[in-house]
């Protein structure tokens, strides 16, 4: 719990540097978003959670919320298959990669290195500033 507050305190900062407060209805969402930051979550998942910590919270400002702390580098939106678009909040500085089971739809995180090592090659080779990025890779898990 403890951790929890202080990611929530740590963001809460960030919206105050971004001319933005921390609402209680920002908080559930930002509290949502932190619990389950090991999963990659749909708004309407994300709805459904924050209506069970509190009922008055719209579905605009679930959207609201996540558009902000999109703007502000804290959520980050990753589109794994063509229907949905998936949200995860960013609790490190590391990025990492998506493999996608297109069996299945498990989502499995790789590490950053692989990034890192793709950034460079496009940088080296095309000479071209990367100021953002998604891997995802589709294939079949072990499992499948």
């Known amino acids: 719990m403890a951790a929890l507050a202080m990611f929530c305190e740590n963001i809460a900062g960030k919206l105050s540097n971004g001319g933005f407060r921390m609402t209680p209805q920002r908080r559930v969402v930002i509290e949502i978003m932190v619990m389950n930051h090991d999963k990659h979550l749909t708004v309407d998942e994300i709805y459904e959670l924050v209506k069970e910590k509190s009922e008055d919270i719209g579905l605009a400002t679930v959207y609201r919320t996540l558009s902000m702390l999109m703007k502000l580098g804290v959520v980050s939106k990753i589109i794994l298959d063509d229907i949905r678009n998936y949200y995860e909040i960013k609790l490190s500085k590391y990025d990492h990669y998506h493999l996608v089971c297109k069996k299945c739809g498990r989502v499995i995180e790789g590490k950053n290195i692989l990034?890192?090592?793709?950034?460079?090659?496009?940088?080296?080779?095309?000479?071209?500033?990367?100021?953002d990025k998604k891997i995802v890779f589709y294939g079949l898990c072990a499992s499948c």
Do not use: A, L, R, S
């Not at 990034?115 to 100021?131: A, Q």
């Open 115 to 131: 990034k890192k090592y793709v950034e460079e090659i496009v940088k080296k080779e095309h000479d071209f500033m990367i100021v």
